[in-house]
C-alpha cells in the first residue's frame, strides 16, 4: 500500500515516487491518479512525457483504458526543470525513454521541495533494466511495483514480451506489439524464440 508522505513544514524538501512494472500493468493510470488527486488538493502540478511518445496523443498521457491528463512533451530531461518552476509536484510518464540525466533532473526537483512522481517500464523487451529506470528507484523514497496479467497463464506477470520481429530497443506498442507474461511464460518464449532462431540458421 503507497502512503503519501506525511508534510513536515520545517523540512523544505520534497521526495521521489516510482511507479514501475511491465506494460499494462497500469502504470501510467496511477501516475495519473496521483496527479488528479494533486490537482483536486490545488497544487501546483506540471506532467511531463518523452517527445517520441505520440501513441495516443501528442500532448496528453493516456493511460491503455484512455484515463488521460495534460502534459509537456519534452525531447530531454534536462528541460523539465525549466519547464517545472514554482510548482509542488511534478510528474514524468514514461521515464525509460529519457536518457541518465533524468536522475539528476529528478533528484534536483526533489532537494528544492518538489513532490516527483515517475512512471516507467522497469525491464526491456529483453528482460534487462530499461535504462534511468534502475537508478530511479534506487534513489526515490517509494517504489510501487505494479503488475499485468500474464495473457497464457493468468498469473501475475511483469515482462513485456515482444510479438514482432524487432530488435530495437525502444518499439512503441500497444496489443498487436507486446505482451504481458509471468517469469514462467517469458522463459517458455524466451526458449521458443532462441530454437526458432537456430532452426533458420
Known sequence: MFLENTVNQNEQFGWIEVICGSMFSGKTEELIRR???AQ???QKVEIFKPA???????EMVVSHDANQIRSTPVTAAVNIP???SDVDVVGIDEAQFFDDEIVRVCNDLANRGVRVIVAGLDMDFKGNPFGPMPALMATAE???KVHAVCTKTGN???YSHRIVQNDNLVLLGEVQEYEPLS???YFKAMKK???AKANKK
Do not use: G, P, Q, S
Request: positive net charge.
Open 35 to 37: 496527479l488528479k488527486r
Open 40 to 42: 483536486f488538493a490545488k
Open 52 to 58: 517520441i511518445d505520440t501513441r495516443y496523443d501528442d
Open 82 to 84: 525549466i519547464l517545472a
Open 142 to 144: 517509494y517504489v510501487t
Open 156 to 158: 501475475l506477470a511483469h
Open 183 to 185: 517469469r514462467a511464460a
Open 193 to 195: 524464440n532462441e530454437a
